[in-house]
């Protein structure tokens, strides 16, 4: 279909950055994953799952999308069921601000609110108020992004081949946080079956349970997710997230990744999200190792748009003890 808003979806700018990198040897590029029409990376993966689903007769005309998050992943479905016709119910815990739920509305998505308070086992908690929801509802689709093998997969398929072309092969480190893991683990997988040695490095944020995971095998209980940043780390291991990818990790705190940010609005015109800054932060600190010319690529995978009243408002960073 010409000029089909969906087939938009990807092939996103890779831009160098020119003023924070202050490593003479080693370039940094981001891929500005906000530039993808629901303003984040998360199109790329429920554009490649609906589709699936569509292909293998998972979701038929007047189906339902049923999804648990208020995130990014919601509004991408948001669209893509506005788009295409299927009704969208979206799942999610009553913390989650009124601008978000907004958001999801305008695409005409359903939004059902749960109580923060419900614990992982009590069926009022958001994940299982979706399980059951598309349980109840004839002719519904779960997109299930944690679990999903085809989420690795829209990375592998898509962002991996645009990195890979986009430096005409130069790309030598690969840095991207990680939620479902989808990003990191589909990216690096492609990335390392062209060069074996392209090196991938995951940020994670103090608390979340990866980084733990990473070193010694085993889950912190303490792994409480209890910072700021939005929509990277974890409480529970994901079936999209593929350690065997990742070659070295390193932990984060909310100040390195919103002050990073506010410094690529400043300085580089690049308003992205807290993981945009938590990932440039993060490559910064590998630039800093690394002794050999080296090409690092990272994400932005959100628009900073989405957090002005948090991150990019000063008001809230004093109050929360953050510097300007
Ligand atoms: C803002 C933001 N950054 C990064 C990520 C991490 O991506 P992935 O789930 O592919 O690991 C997410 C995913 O939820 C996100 O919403």
């Not at 208020?70 to 509004?75: F, I, K, R, V």
């Not at 907004?102 to 695409?107: T, V």
């Not at 690529?297 to 003890?321: C, F, Q, R």
Request: proline share 5%; aromatic share 10%.
């Amino acid at each position: 279909m010409e000029g089909f808003i969906l087939d938009k979806i990807g092939n996103t700018p890779l831009v160098k950055l020119q003023k924070i990198n202050p490593f003479k040897n080693v370039e940094i590029w981001v891929k500005l994953e906000f530039m993808n029409p629901s303003g984040s990376i998360k199109d790329r993966i429920v554009n490649h799952i609906i589709n699936d689903a569509e292909k293998n007769g998972l979701l038929k005309p007047g189906g339902t999308i049923v999804e648990n998050t208020s995130g990014n992943t919601g509004a991408a479905a948001a669209m893509i069921g506005a788009i295409k016709g299927y009704k969208v119910i979206l799942t999610m815990p009553d913390k989650v601000s009124i601008e978000k739920q907004n958001a999801l509305k305008a695409f005409g998505a359903e939004i059902v609110v749960t109580p923060t308070s419900a614990l992982p086992d009590d069926p009022l908690h958001y994940v299982n108020t979706a399980k059951r929801i598309a349980a109840e509802t004839p002719n519904s689709f779960r997109i299930n992004q944690y679990d999903n093998p085809l989420n690795p997969e829209a990375h592998y398929l898509s962002t991996g081949p645009e990195i890979w072309q986009q430096t005409n092969g130069r790309v030598t480190h690969f840095v991207a946080a990680g939620s479902t893991g989808g990003t990191i683990s589909g990216i690096s997988k492609y990335l390392k079956e062209q060069n074996p040695n392209v090196f991938s490095f995951m940020p994670d944020p103090f608390g979340s349970i990866f980084y733990n995971y990473f070193r010694t095998g085993e889950i912190n209980l303490d792994g409480s997710c209890s910072y700021f940043v939005e929509g990277v780390g974890e409480d529970h291991l994901t079936k999209a997230m593929n350690f065997e990818m990742v070659n070295d990790m390193i932990q984060f705190n909310d100040e390195n990744a919103f002050s990073t940010a506010r410094r690529l609005a400043r300085e580089e015109g690049i308003i992205g999200g807290g993981t945009g800054g938590a990932n440039v932060w993060a490559a910064l600190q590998l630039a800093s190792r690394l002794t050999e010319p080296a090409v690092i690529v990272t994400v932005i995978p959100d628009n900073g748009a989405k957090y002005l009243s948090k991150m990019y408002n000063d008001e809230w960073m004093k109050e929360k003890g953050f510097s300007l």
